[in-house]
């Protein structure tokens, strides 16, 4: 069984940062690509950055050049360090594992990131 438990959520003001990490359990395939999605209430969930396994990154447009994200392939995890964080950052932050061969998805519970004004 694979399981994705993620860390480091909270509270912050904004301008401050904040570091999540996830952690994967169990086996799990490569390539894939590690990433992280967020969800604000009555919004879409988004992706905020990805990595694959080849050291490739994805990031949205809102979050270049605040946020950086990375893995350890060798451990199964990732972390996303955010940096200037603002109010619009606001929402649950999810952890994702997308496998390549076959495709398959798999999610975090999520961690909440509240940014103050």
């Known amino acids: 069984q694979v399981q994705l438990v993620e860390s480091g959520g909270g509270l912050v003001q904004a301008g401050g940062s904040l570091r999540l990490s996830c952690a994967a359990s169990?086996?799990?395939?490569?390539?894939?690509?590690m990433g992280w999605y967020r969800q604000a209430p009555g919004k879409q969930r988004e992706l905020v950055a990805a990595i694959t396994s080849g050291a490739t990154t994805n990031y949205a447009d809102s979050v270049k050049g605040r946020f950086t994200i990375s893995r350890d392939n060798a451990k199964n995890t990732v972390t996303l360090q955010m940096n200037s964080l603002k109010p619009e950052d606001t929402a649950v932050y999810y952890c994702n594992i997308n496998t390549w061969y076959p495709p398959y998805d798999y999610w975090g519970q999520g961690t909440q990131v509240t940014v103050s004004s």
């Open positions: 169990g086996k799990i395939s490569s390539p894939n690509t």
